[in-house]
């Protein structure tokens, strides 16, 4: 069954006579003719009780007319969606915790104030997660670390940001020695700074008297301005705590890597909604 069918079909209904109709649609009237009966084959009905020439919709027709009329509206409605200069749709983005609290925030502002018709859902997870996710067709787009090398995969980078290491205050200069006697706050193995933590670890001969796998910042800069232990933490979140600077000690570390934040998004995925969120996000600068 295809739409032109009921707007044949409901053509006649509406001018009364097949000719009325044709001369409405600019066809000629054995077109409608033919496209009825197929209609009628189709479903398994008549729609038309013919008399002397006239057309008298049949029961079965006025309910056919009715969700047709649905239909045809329903599709008009549908083409107007992308008629105009507007986003439109559902955009689902998946993002590191650091991007949405320290990087997105007034840029996601901006965004819904230029594109308000787009539906946008954002969800919080670990690299891991975030790739995976994007991989199952559950997310169009992540902020992750990066970049990416994947066969399937395309990325950008959205921001700069690298992991420093905070200690309390009183240890202006740590040695290994006296790291291997702190606690170190770290998040879960799904997330990829556990993984450059525990390679620098590994790395510096440091053994900390405990990993303790505590996610949130917040805790972990109250228990470091107690003298209680350490952490390495993105640079957006030592900026952020910037007003409690007395309490800790924040330092470079040369052999813990960069950790810039990428959009990443399948290679097979075209879609206006994605190159849009990326320019006006990134239009504010890295």
């Not at 009237?29 to 013919?50: D, H, K, M, Y």
């Not at 993002?95 to 609290?101: G, I, Q, T």
Request: glycine content about 6%; some cysteine.
């Amino acid at each position: 069954m295809k739409l032109s069918q009921l707007g044949f079909f409901c053509a006649v209904v509406d001018h009364g006579t097949i000719a009325a109709a044709a001369a409405s649609l600019h066809c000629v009237p054995s077109n409608i003719t033919a496209r009825l009966r197929e209609l009628e084959i189709q479903l398994g009905v008549v729609l038309f009780n013919r008399e002397n020439n006239r057309l008298l919709v049949t029961p079965e027709g006025r309910l056919v007319y009715r969700k047709a009329k649905q239909l045809i509206d329903l599709a008009a409605e549908t083409r107007s969606l992308f008629s105009n200069d507007s986003m439109q749709g559902v955009l689902r983005v998946g993002a590191l915790d650091v991007a949405l609290a320290n990087h997105l925030p007034e840029r996601l502002v901006r965004y819904r104030l230029e594109a308000p018709g787009v539906e946008l859902h954002i969800r919080p997870e670990h690299s891991l997660f975030l790739e995976r996710l994007l991989m199952d067709g559950e997310l169009d787009l992540i902020l992750t670390d990066g970049p990416i090398q994947h066969p399937l995969l395309d990325s950008r980078l959205a921001f700069r940001e690298r992991l420093i290491r905070v200690v309390p205050k009183a240890l202006s200069s740590p040695t290994p020695q006296d790291l291997s006697g702190l606690e170190l706050y770290v998040f879960g193995r799904t997330c990829h700074y556990r993984q450059q933590v525990d390679n620098w670890l590994e790395s510096s001969g440091i053994q900390p008297r405990a990993i303790l796998e505590i996610e949130s910042y917040p805790s972990i800069f109250a228990c470091i301005a107690q003298g209680i232990g350490f952490a390495c933490i993105p640079e957006s979140y030592v900026d952020r705590f910037a007003s409690q600077a007395h309490t800790f000690q924040a330092d470079q570390v040369p052999s813990l890597d960069s950790s810039d934040i990428y959009f990443v998004w399948r290679k097979n995925q075209q879609s206006t909604l994605i190159r849009n969120f990326i320019e006006v996000i990134d239009s504010q600068g890295v």
